[in-house]
């Protein structure tokens, strides 16, 4: 979700977040990698993470037990 805050502020920009999750798609533990330079965007990253547990499970194919991602998330107002 775009916050509105930083909607009205016109504020755009990549948040970068490292998180790890379990086989059963529990997030373990996560950070910002990278800034969005926006505290509203970054924060939104943090929140969006906790709502969208749990996450799909591993696949089979992959053997460990924990999965590391970085993922890269676009806040663009258009």
């Not at 977040?17 to 505290?39: A, C, D």
């Not at 939104?44 to 696949?59: I, N």
Request: proline share 9%.
């Amino acid at each position: 979700e775009y916050p509105r805050q930083a909607q009205l502020r016109r504020q755009e920009g990549v948040v970068y977040v490292r998180f790890v999750m379990n086989r059963n798609g529990e997030v373990l533990s996560h950070s910002i990698e990278r800034s969005s330079g926006h505290t509203l965007l970054d924060r939104e990253v943090t929140s969006m993470l906790q709502r969208a547990q749990p996450l799909p499970v591993m696949p089979p194919e992959l053997p460990q037990h924990r999965l590391e991602v970085v993922l890269p998330v676009a806040f663009n107002l258009r």
